[in-house]
């Protein structure tokens, strides 16, 4: 059972609470960030009982999840536009990870106070966690989407791993992001130019056995496919 589920029949009046909790909350952790946000000061604000707010609510990470799905469907309705402008695997897995970051943008103040609090294997809030699980399947789907509406076509069992591999790789360079001081974090842009320059070269080199087999490897793996 997913410790971030509540079994109660929801009514017109709890609907409206619990929307408003999360409101208020979203509202805090874009803007004050991970630390300054508390479920005192959410159900201040909302006018209600800090226990009303742990009824809908039983801890402040499960408003962190809402949050997470909250900028994954407006990473998506960044993105998916754009798909449809291009059939090209390497433009298109381009156009994930830079509206990705795009969407990223206005957090990187407050990313670091995120990543402290989710770096833990064991976080409910880390992005491997069960409970993100529907903000996680929402960007899969969407590295998903990329690969399978290019018109190259990739061989094997690459096709069904490499969005889960090139989720495990957006993670990293959101890491990487946290961590850039440059100016608007143009060091990240210019990474992800770099990276996909490299996909591009490599693409073809994939009619190459041996080199297919150890890419098909190391992207399994990434992927987490059992041996």
């Known amino acids: 059972m997913n410790v971030f589920e509540n079994d ?12 408003a909790i999360r409101a208020v909350a979203i509202r805090s952790l874009r803007e004050k960030g991970y630390d300054a946000t508390t479920m005192r000061g959410i159900a201040d604000e909302a006018g209600l009982s800090v226990g009303n707010a742990y009824y809908h609510f039983p801890t ?10 909250d900028v994954q469907h407006e990473h998506r309705a960044a ?22 970051l795009t969407n990223l943008a206005g957090y990187h103040a407050i990313a670091p106070q995120f990543l402290a609090a989710a770096v833990a294997p064991n976080s409910p809030i ?31 069992r690459l096709t069904e791993d490499i969005p889960s591999a090139l989720w495990m790789g957006y993670l990293l360079l959101a890491l990487f992001w946290t961590y850039d001081t440059s100016a608007a974090q143009a060091r990240t842009h210019r ?31 990434v992927a987490g496919r059992a041996a």
């Not at 017109?12 to 929307?19: L, Y």
């Not at 536009?81 to 990870?97: K, N, Q, S, Y």
């Open 126 to 156: 880390n992005p491997l966690a069960a409970e993100s699980s529907e903000a996680r399947d929402l960007v899969l789907d969407l590295f998903t989407q990329a690969v399978g509406g290019a018109r190259q076509q990739l061989p094997g």
């Open 79 to 100: 993105a998916l536009p754009l798909l449809d402008t291009t059939d090209d695997l390497t433009a298109r897995i381009g156009i994930v990870l830079r509206t990705g």
């Open 8 to 19: 109660d029949k929801p009514t017109p009046k709890r609907e409206r609470t619990r929307a």
């Open 191 to 221: 990474l992800v130019d770099a990276m996909l320059r490299v996909l591009r070269f490599a693409l073809p080199m994939l009619r190459i056995r041996p080199f297919r087999a150890t890419v098909t490897e190391i992207v399994g793996i």
């Open 60 to 69: 402040k990470d499960h408003l962190v999840q809402e949050l997470y799905v």
